[in-house]
């Protein structure tokens, strides 16, 4: 028997469509459903390629027991986090405030106004480690309410205050200019100079951070470690499990130290990301992979609509990871004894194991010699693994996500050499544009071509900007500024704080709890920065000192995050190196051919450089405005704030 959740767009609330809880989705009706029952709210938060939330919706939400416990004493309430970050974000930090950690699911217990008074993450079905079951958290909860209602008032008063406090305080505001040396030192404690990355296990791809020492290095050149903790995680990341040395594409993160086993769901934002970094670093391996990882997205995440779908699950057949792994029985079954033993050597699968079951992870530490031979290998590999039962495919379209896609998608078409990687971009673009934008708003998600109803945050605005800027450059169709700079404008109106920073949601949003605000970068760029990149960009393409200044104001209310905390400001940092040094704005005009040519291609690889090319001088594109060829040969003209160098002819000569 069907619940509500039966009319659901969200593929993470159609997985509980068919559950004994009687949920709904988040919404007025709701709540009046909790007063008029005086039943406090259970809010469960997740998303469809969650591991975990899976494994809890098998032991308690597919219940008989547990769910008429829950149907009696709540109104259960089911979000997904990827549609609504905002929701997921308010009851994210009070879940922080209230444990100390977060994660999904997430469960979170809610009065009739939406304040919070108990939270947490995955409940197993009976005690484990000293965690209380599920039922008898559940019990507890309705027990405190009908009997203690006072001191869960006190609760959710001291929680909603903080949660005011956290969303109000616009902080020091200061210099938009970091110590790049001190962020650095910062960073290189931190850093693990065995295995790569930063921290310990868990392991999540620092793509942010590392375009910042990218960006860095031209200004440290002396440091050595800025090039090391570049050069060491990208090897790391590409040689690991967390790589999939077969199909490509990268696993959200890897669940120990030396990047080794991952936590194997696959998602648009991550991969999106790593394809434009790994293109950017003009190395052998970057090019591999970003060209291996950009045909896995086309291929898997491509939707019909011209968009790119959200993730790929961790399981498949019930079983994380099984379409992934191999034991040596089955390489050798798929490859022959001769070709099975050297694969097995040469990707780390032994008897004794990475993972469970007697399977391993692939791994390519060390490619080989025979480049031949191993192309050979990995194309039979995945062939026979394209016979397994695939995880299920998350095919909603994030806004957000997919300017990521699109920004990725252009760095590797133009720095590659592949120009379906920018045809794919922009049908992604067409489609966001087409369907997405409604009366110059923008809207979180859509499915099989049809928008949802969610308002788009501030990340969607400052992602999707990003991408309509990338395909400006990659393009030279002035119609993707125009589509950008009516974003920016929409987003400056009615986003932006008083201290010159931005909130999360729209002032004529939905209102919640608090009105979020997150200057921080998670795994994939948060709003303020993502905004950053796309003014800095819009500026150096039109000239429009607005766009600027609202950048630097931006980054100048981010600067204590910067300094102190630079690994959840990577995205910020990178934005900051970039402006540090103008950023270059760099236009190629003249006739094709082999000059112009090899002037769009050293411009293109410099660090944040923002290039446009045209056969002559244009009025629609300021950058190319009055930029014309010199004595008829193509000319580079090098910009700093629309005040520019002489033109140059050759690469030689270009600063």
Same mark, same amino acid.
């Given at each position: 028997?069907?619940?509500?959740?039966?009319?659901?767009?969200?593929?993470?609330?159609?997985?509980?469509?068919?559950?004994?809880?009687?949920?709904?989705?988040?919404?007025?009706?709701?709540?009046?459903?909790?007063?008029?029952?005086?039943?406090?709210?259970?809010?469960?938060?997740?998303? +469809?390629?969650?591991?975990?939330?899976?494994?809890?919706?098998?032991?308690?939400?597919?219940?008989?027991?547990?769910?008429?416990?829950?149907?009696?004493?709540?109104?259960?309430?089911?979000?997904?986090?990827?549609?609504?970050?905002? /929701?997921?974000?308010?009851?994210?930090?009070?879940?922080?405030?209230?444990?100390?950690?977060?994660?999904?699911?997430?469960?979170?217990?809610?009065?009739?106004?939406?304040?919070?008074?108990?939270?947490?993450?995955?409940?197993?079905?009976?005690?484990?480690?000293?965690?209380?079951?599920?039922?008898?958290?559940?019990? !507890?909860?309705?027990?405190?309410?009908?009997?203690?209602?006072?001191?869960?008032?006190?609760?959710?008063?001291?929680?909603?205050?903080?949660?005011?406090?956290?969303?109000?305080?616009?902080?020091?505001?200061?210099?938009?200019?970091?110590?790049?040396?001190?962020? /650095?030192? %910062?960073?290189?404690?931190?850093?693990?100079?065995?295995?790569?990355?930063?921290?310990?296990?868990?392991?999540?791809?620092?793509?942010?951070?590392?375009?910042?020492?990218?960006? +860095?290095? $031209?200004?440290?050149?002396?440091?050595?470690?800025?090039?090391?903790?570049?050069?060491?995680?990208?090897?790391?990341?590409?040689?690991?499990?967390?790589?999939?040395?077969?199909?490509?594409?990268?696993?959200?993160?890897?669940?120990?130290?030396?990047?080794?086993?991952?936590?194997?769901?696959?998602?648009?934002?991550?991969?999106?990301?790593?394809? $434009?970094?790994?293109?950017?670093?003009?190395?052998? =391996?970057?090019?591999?992979?970003?060209?291996?990882?950009?045909?896995?997205?086309?291929?898997?995440?491509?939707?019909?609509?011209?968009?790119?779908?959200?993730?790929?699950?961790?399981?498949?057949?019930?079983?994380? *990871?099984?379409?992934? /792994?191999?034991?040596?029985?089955?390489?050798?079954?798929?490859?022959?004894?001769?070709?099975?033993?050297?694969?097995?050597?040469?990707?780390?699968?032994?008897?004794?194991? %990475?993972?469970?079951?007697?399977?391993?992870?692939?791994?390519?530490?060390?490619?080989?010699?025979?480049?031949?031979?191993?192309?050979?290998?990995?194309?039979?590999?995945?062939?026979?693994?394209?016979?397994?039962?695939?995880?299920?495919?998350?095919?909603?379209?994030?806004?957000?996500?997919?300017?990521?896609?699109?920004?990725?998608?252009?760095?590797? *078409?133009?720095?590659?050499?592949?120009?379906?990687?920018?045809?794919?971009?922009?049908?992604?673009?067409?489609?966001?544009?087409?369907?997405?934008?409604?009366?110059?708003?923008?809207?979180?998600?859509?499915?099989?071509?049809?928008?949802g109803a969610h308002a788009g945050v501030?990340?969607?605005? *400052?992602?999707?900007?990003?991408?309509?800027?990338?395909?400006?450059?990659?393009?030279?169709?002035?119609?993707?500024?125009?589509?950008?700079?009516?974003?920016?404008?929409?987003?400056?109106?009615?986003?932006?704080?008083?201290?010159?920073?931005?909130?999360?949601?729209?002032?004529?949003?939905?209102?919640?709890?608090?009105?979020?605000?997150?200057?921080?970068?998670?795994?994939?760029? *948060?709003?303020?920065?993502?905004?950053?990149?796309?003014?800095?960009?819009?500026?150096?393409?039109?000239?429009?000192?607005?766009?600027?200044?609202?950048?630097?104001?931006?980054?100048?209310?981010?600067?204590?995050?910067?300094?102190?905390?630079?690994?959840?400001?990577?995205?910020?940092?990178?934005?900051?190196?970039?402006?540090?040094?103008?950023?270059?704005?760099?236009?190629?005009?003249?006739? #094709?051919?082999?000059?112009?040519?090899? =002037?769009?291609?050293?411009?293109?690889?410099?660090?944040?450089?923002? /290039?446009?090319?045209?056969?002559?001088?244009?009025?629609?594109? #300021?950058?190319?405005?009055?930029?014309?060829?010199?004595?008829?040969?193509? +000319?580079?003209?090098?910009?700093?704030?629309?005040?520019?160098e002489r033109p140059v002819t050759t690469?030689? !000569?270009?600063?």
């Open positions: 028997m069907s619940n509500r959740l039966a009319s659901a767009t969200s593929p993470y609330l159609l997985q509980h469509a068919q559950n004994p809880v009687d949920w709904w989705e988040w919404g007025p009706n709701a709540f009046e459903d909790a007063r008029r029952r005086d039943v406090p709210i259970l809010l469960s938060v997740g998303y +469809a390629a969650c591991h975990w939330c899976h494994v809890m919706a098998h032991e308690s939400f597919e219940d008989e027991t547990t769910a008429a416990y829950m149907n009696e004493h709540f109104v259960n309430i089911k979000v997904d986090r990827e549609e609504r970050p905002d /929701v997921d974000a308010v009851y994210m930090a009070a879940t922080t405030a209230m444990t100390g950690s977060g994660g999904w699911p997430m469960t979170v217990v809610l009065d009739h106004d939406g304040n919070p008074f108990f939270a947490g993450t995955y409940f197993p079905d009976m005690p484990r480690h000293g965690q209380p079951a599920f039922t008898q958290v559940l019990q !507890a909860l309705s027990e405190a309410w009908t009997q203690r209602r006072s001191e869960i008032g006190a609760v959710a008063d001291n929680v909603r205050q903080h949660l005011a406090n956290i969303s109000g305080a616009a902080g020091s505001v200061g210099d938009w200019q970091v110590d790049v040396d001190a962020v /650095v030192e %910062t960073l290189a404690g931190e850093f693990d100079p065995m295995a790569g990355g930063f921290g310990g296990a868990p392991k999540f791809p620092p793509s942010m951070v590392l375009e910042f020492l990218r960006r +860095a290095a $031209g200004a440290l050149g002396a440091d050595s470690r800025v090039s090391h903790m570049l050069s060491r995680t990208v090897a790391a990341m590409a040689g690991g499990g967390i790589y999939d040395q077969v199909g490509g594409g990268f696993a959200r993160y890897a669940v120990d130290r030396g990047w080794v086993v991952p936590h194997f769901e696959k998602m648009l934002y991550d991969n999106a990301q790593l394809i $434009g970094l790994y293109a950017r670093l003009g190395t052998e =391996l970057g090019d591999r992979v970003a060209r291996e990882s950009a045909d896995w997205m086309i291929r898997e995440l491509g939707t019909a609509e011209g968009g790119f779908a959200s993730a790929l699950d961790a399981d498949s057949e019930g079983v994380e *990871g099984k379409f992934y /792994v191999w034991t040596p029985a089955e390489l050798v079954e798929v490859l022959g004894a001769e070709d099975g033993a050297w694969a097995a050597e040469v990707f780390e699968v032994t008897e004794a194991a %990475t993972f469970e079951e007697g399977a391993s992870t692939l791994q390519l530490r060390h490619r080989p010699d025979d480049t031949e031979r191993l192309e050979s290998v990995k194309a039979r590999l995945l062939a026979a693994r394209e016979e397994r039962v695939r995880p299920a495919r998350d095919d909603k379209v994030v806004a957000a996500w997919n300017g990521l896609a699109i920004s990725g998608l252009v760095d590797a *078409g133009l720095l590659l050499g592949e120009p379906r990687y920018i045809d794919a971009a922009v049908a992604a673009a067409e489609l966001l544009w087409r369907v997405h934008v409604q009366d110059a708003r923008l809207l979180r998600v859509s499915r099989d071509g049809v928008a501030l990340e969607d605005y *400052g992602c999707v900007a990003s991408g309509f800027l990338s395909l400006t450059q990659a393009t030279g169709d002035a119609t993707w500024l125009d589509r950008a700079t009516s974003l920016l404008d929409t987003a400056l109106t009615h986003f932006r704080a008083e201290d010159g920073g931005f909130y999360d949601t729209a002032d004529d949003a939905e209102a919640l709890v608090t009105r979020p605000r997150d200057a921080s970068d998670n795994a994939s760029p *948060g709003g303020t920065s993502a905004m950053v990149h796309a003014l800095v960009t819009a500026h150096a393409l039109t000239g429009e000192g607005r766009y600027r200044t609202a950048a630097e104001e931006a980054l100048g209310a981010t600067s204590t995050l910067m300094t102190k905390a630079p690994r959840f400001a990577g995205w910020s940092l990178a934005a900051a190196a970039a402006m540090a040094d103008g950023p270059l704005e760099i236009a190629v005009v003249g006739p #094709p051919g082999p000059d112009r040519d090899a =002037l769009e291609a050293a411009a293109r690889r410099k660090p944040g450089a923002v /290039v446009v090319v045209a056969d002559e001088a244009r009025e629609d594109i #300021p950058l190319l405005s009055s930029r014309t060829p010199v004595d008829g040969k193509a +000319a580079a003209y090098v910009c700093r704030g629309f005040v520019c690469v030689e !000569a270009m600063s």
